[in-house]
């Protein structure tokens, strides 16, 4: 048998590779979806986008605590995402979007190129250390039709979270803002203060608790008693600095610690999630709960959760409100359906959908001069339930989030000063 030599066999070698090389590119050129799956989608055009999401399911990674957001995700996102662009949307609860966060820095760590997580519902805390550890995918969100046409991109409240600027790694969902809930048929008078909720709580021993923090609400909570306790928040809307931080802390320990025997079970433990506070004030067992949505109430006495005579009040000195967002983290194996997902929810069929108390009820995104006269009409004729404080209102209360950075140092503050 004859020996080929080594120049032959690398003349065969380069003719296979230009033969191979010529067949995916007659094939990308015949196919869009093919080509697309080259391109960068950070600067691709929409139609590249779409034809790339196709076919894909996306993972989302969300509080899975609220059976109105569920419900919203399952039965109304997902069934029109499927229909309408192919795109298959898997809902993933988690109690805290904390563990969703360690979970991707566990998979930077490791160099782990594909994760399983493809959307993640962020804000606050959660986005600063995911931004700080370079856990997010990259400036999407001016890649979105919705968000171009809808978003005002320079409002403060959108463009930055919690004081950091998001730079394009999120897409603001919704507008969220605390109330307190209560049964008018057990308080006439709800507090308007926090120094009246207190006097409230000692008069009505074990009728009153919040939510341990780090839970999301509970800590809100605590960051709501901090500007009352210690002279507004206006002091609190530049850097940490937890030197000068650490002596203005002690009205809110004392504020918190005042009231801490006359709060359910005398204050010797605390509910560990919203969820079970909320079923405490189901059960009767408290007066009160409260949340960063203003129309859950009316939700859940629709559902017949709560008691009919259940009511929702804001403080006269004002409640937190803050705009939470979507995210795609840096190795989500499914960046075009992410962002297909996420322009879906952004659209005035989503988010007035989203906005309507049967569904979920929330504050949209979007602003309301952005929208056709018939799409502003839709909204003005919602009726959000009798529990849902008028718009105006809520408006007209509304406190900035304190930087990020706050949120750790209050809430190790909690367990070290009242938790103990």
């Known amino acids: 048998m004859r020996k080929v030599t080594t120049p032959v066999i690398t003349i065969i070698v380069i003719a296979i590779c230009l033969f191979l090389a010529g067949c995916s590119q007659a094939q990308n050129k015949s196919d869009p979806a093919a080509a697309a799956t080259s391109t960068d989608l950070l600067k691709a055009n929409w139609d590249e986008v779409a034809s790339q999401a196709k076919g894909q399911t996306v993972n989302m990674y969300m509080w899975g605590g609220s059976e109105s957001i569920n419900r919203y995700m399952d039965e109304w996102v997902a069934p029109r ?133 780090p839970d999301f609400t509970g800590s809100a909570f605590i960051r709501q008693a901090l500007y009352e306790t210690t002279g507004g928040y206006q002091q609190y809307m530049k850097p940490l600095d937890a030197d000068s931080l650490t ?47 203003p129309a859950r109430a009316s939700n859940e006495i629709k559902k017949g959760t709560f008691p009919a005579s259940t009511r929702t009040f804001v403080l006269e000195a004002g409640t937190l409100a803050n705009t939470h967002y979507l995210s795609i983290p840096f190795n989500s194996t499914h960046q075009a359906g992410a962002m297909v997902a996420i322009n879906f929810m952004l659209s005035p069929e989503a988010q007035i959908a989203k906005f309507d108390p049967l569904n979920w009820g929330e504050d949209m995104s979007l602003d309301l001069e952005k929208l056709s006269p018939e799409d502003q009409r839709l909204v003005s004729e919602i009726d959000r339930g009798i529990a849902t404080l008028p718009a105006g209102e809520l408006a007209s209360h509304r406190l900035p989030e304190l930087p990020s950075a706050y949120v750790d140092v209050l809430d190790n503050g909690w367990l070290e000063y009242v938790a103990k």
């Open 247 to 293: 002596p203005k802390l002690s009205p809110l320990w004392n504020y918190l610690n005042s009231m801490e025997t006359s709060l359910w079970r005398e204050g010797k433990t605390y509910p560990e999630s919203l969820a079970k506070l909320d079923q405490l004030y189901a059960n009767g067992e408290v007066w009160m709960t409260m949340g960063y949505d």
């Open 81 to 213: 995402l499927k229909e309408d662009y192919e795109v298959t949307l898997h809902r993933a609860p988690v109690n805290d979007i904390n563990d969703t966060v360690n979970k991707l820095l566990a998979e930077k760590q490791v160099n782990k190129k594909e994760g399983s997580v493809d959307l993640i519902w962020i804000n606050g805390e959660n986005f600063k250390n995911a931004k700080e550890q370079d856990l997010l995918w990259g400036s999407f969100d001016k890649q979105l039709p919705n968000f171009n046409q809808y978003i005002d991109a320079n409002a403060p409240d959108i463009k930055d979270d919690f004081g950091l600027p998001t730079e394009g790694l999120e897409a603001p969902w919704g507008k969220a803002q605390f109330v307190f809930i209560y049964d008018s048929n057990k308080i006439k008078t709800p507090p308007t203060s926090l120094a009246q909720l207190a006097d409230w709580v000692k008069q009505n021993p074990g009728k009153f608790t919040y939510p341990a923090p």
